[in-house]
């Protein structure tokens, strides 16, 4: 583990705790990308290209925009909203914090990809069923867990009736205590995507070789039917 790796997972822990501590659990995420002023290193998933389980599973299914429409759930610096976009898909992605939407169009913004400031608690209500792919990458982790049932179900409500979401996690046993942020996702816990009416499609296990603090990642694919029962 580089010191430089230790620092910001360090300040992210202690910028949200304090956030958290004080009945805030959204603010600290604008709070970081903020105070770490353009610099990419302070920030712990800053990848600036696409997240590499979301892309080992996107090439190994093949997947293909073909025009469908796609949001991407808080997506930070818009890394895999461009990767959705130069697949082929017409792409809006969000994000609660503001200086993340501006970062992000300044990077990819000559991309025809609408990016917006928007709180996935108070989504913008033409967006309810709205989309025929979801991604949602390590927004529901870093959410504190009281809070987790409600983000799920925020994020399901999204899909188009026949569309389909993609969820990429930590993952961790169902008996095992999340013990700090992230908080890894349990399978119990995703299955509260299944309560929401939505057909779990495949459900992939990958190993995490590189990070200092390395848990398996959850790739689940969901579906929501024509006709949810
Ligand atoms: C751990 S980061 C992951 C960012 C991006 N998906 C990635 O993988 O690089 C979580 C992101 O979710 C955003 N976020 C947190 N709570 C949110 C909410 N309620 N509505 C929208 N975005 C939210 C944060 O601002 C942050 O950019």
């Not at 929401?196 to 992939?204: C, D, I, N, P, V």
Request: glycine share 8%.
């Amino acid at each position: 583990m580089s010191e430089e790796e230790f620092d910001k997972r360090a300040r992210t822990r202690e910028l949200a705790a304090e956030f958290i501590e004080r009945g805030d659990p959204l603010g600290w995420f604008d709070a970081l990308y903020k105070e770490s002023e353009g610099d990419t290193e302070k920030i712990p998933w800053a990848d600036m290209e696409p997240n590499r389980f979301f892309k080992v599973w996107a090439e190994s299914t093949g997947l293909k925009g073909g025009g469908r429409t796609a949001l991407v759930v808080g997506c930070g610096l818009g890394d895999d909203a461009k990767y959705l976009h130069d697949l082929g898909f017409k792409v809006t992605a969000f994000d609660i914090s503001p200086t993340a939407i501006e970062w992000a169009k300044k990077v990819y913004g000559d991309a025809d990809i609408r990016f917006e400031v928007a709180d996935l608690f108070h989504p913008h209500r033409d967006w309810l069923g709205a989309f025929e792919f979801v991604l949602e990458i390590y927004t529901i982790q870093p959410l504190p867990m009281d809070l987790r049932e409600k983000a799920i179900d925020a994020v399901a409500a999204f899909i188009a009736p026949g569309g389909e979401l993609l969820v990429v996690t930590r993952g961790r046993e169902d008996d095992e205590k999340p013990e700090r942020l992230p908080w890894p996702l349990s399978r119990k816990d995703l299955s509260r995507f299944e309560h929401k009416g939505l057909k779990q499609a495949s459900f992939e296990v990958l190993p995490d070789d590189t990070d200092d603090e390395p848990a398996p990642r959850f790739v689940v694919k969901y579906v929501n039917p024509q006709h949810v029962p």
